[in-house]
């Protein structure tokens, strides 16, 4: 069997074995804090939310530490497109998801703000040990801000059945289990793609914008549109927003800091302008739509992300991909 067959396999089964421990780990983890005593408050902000970027946070860990921060970067920039243009886009294509009024208040202010930081590091194609530093620095008054807005609105932060009811040691077990496939899935997968790229003669940063990006936003993909298909998907867009957040601050930030990479100049002007642009889209069809439904005397206040632009986050993300190729 060739090197290049091996590689895809790598990846597949890389893949398989992040969506499976990254599950296993948030949820051992949630439960050790909770057996603890540790409120839901706490747990929801901290491991469930940095849970869902777990693949990420340990993929680019393995990649930076492989001389791959271009990788690690691309999945940063690429999960996030991913998460709008594909994750919210197709969710909202199946169901109209609410807008939360928190929403304009916190979470997207905050987004553009963490967005504008990562347009900053990036304009230079460097990402320098100060930078990364500065931006891994920023969850500290992140998570500040959030808990102190969310302790009047607890149930905003994580449903009951997100914290498993299990017995210390069971918990610790799956945490062990967990966090050792997660990190073993991630190196299967970083080789796999570095072997993938150098065979297509592609740059680490176009695989990790691409192949990885999607690859660790499936899971996040299948969460939403079963909630919207069941009808409870209330959180589903605050959570995408949430772990976009994360994926610049907790991702983006750590090639720098373990081994700064130097990047192709694409990276700003090309994947960053991108990422930027569907994320403004995004922000700005929220906040008119809640403003122009909360001024109509018949909608009651009440405000949606509804399949228009649904169609139009996924054509954004469709036209990307044909810049990125062409």
């Known amino acids: 069997m060739s090197e290049l067959w091996l590689a895809w396999i790598a990846i597949l089964v890389g893949f398989g074995g992040l969506i499976w421990s990254a599950d296993r780990f948030v949820g051992g983890s949630a439960a050790i804090a909770s057996n603890f005593g540790v409120s839901r408050l706490i747990i929801g902000l901290t491991i469930v939310s940095l849970g869902t970027s777990a693949p990420e946070i340990v993929v680019s860990i393995n990649a930076a530490l492989d001389g791959s921060g271009e990788l690690a970067i691309g999945n940063a920039l690429g999960s996030n497109l991913a998460n709008i243009g594909m994750v919210l886009a197709i969710t909202a294509l199946i169901a109209p998801m609410p807008i939360q009024k928190h929403l304009l208040t916190q979470e997207i202010p905050i987004l553009l703000l963490v967005t504008v930081a990562a347009g900053i590091v990036l304009y230079d194609a460097t990402l320098s040990p100060l930078e990364g530093y500065l931006l891994l620095g920023g969850l500290i008054p992140l998570l500040y801000i959030m808990t102190r807005s969310k302790k009047d609105h607890p149930e905003e932060v994580v449903d009951e059945d997100e914290i498993p009811n299990m017995k210390t040691g069971i918990a610790f077990f799956w945490f062990v289990v967990g966090l050792g496939v997660l990190i073993a899935s991630s190196d299967l997968l970083v080789w ?43 959180m589903a867009l605050g959570n995408i927003i949430g772990s976009n957040i994360f994926n610049i601050l907790a991702v983006m930030s750590l090639p720098g800091i373990i081994h700064p990479p130097v990047m192709e100049t694409d990276v700003f002007s090309r994947d960053f302008m991108a990422m930027g642009g569907i994320t403004l889209l995004l922000a700005a069809a929220i906040i008119i739509d809640y403003k122009v439904r909360n001024r109509h005397p018949n909608s009651q206040g009440v405000a949606y992300l509804g399949r228009r632009i649904g169609t139009l986050l996924l054509a954004g993300y469709i036209l990307y991909f044909y810049v990125l190729f062409r």
């Not at 570095?194 to 969460?223: C, H, K, N, R, Y």
């Open 192 to 234: 796999g793609a570095q072997i993938v790229a150098t065979d297509f003669g592609v740059s680490p940063l176009i695989i990790g914008l691409t192949v990885v990006a999607i690859g660790t936003s499936l899971p996040e993909l299948a969460a939403s549109v079963m909630s919207a298909i069941k009808g409870h998907h209330d």
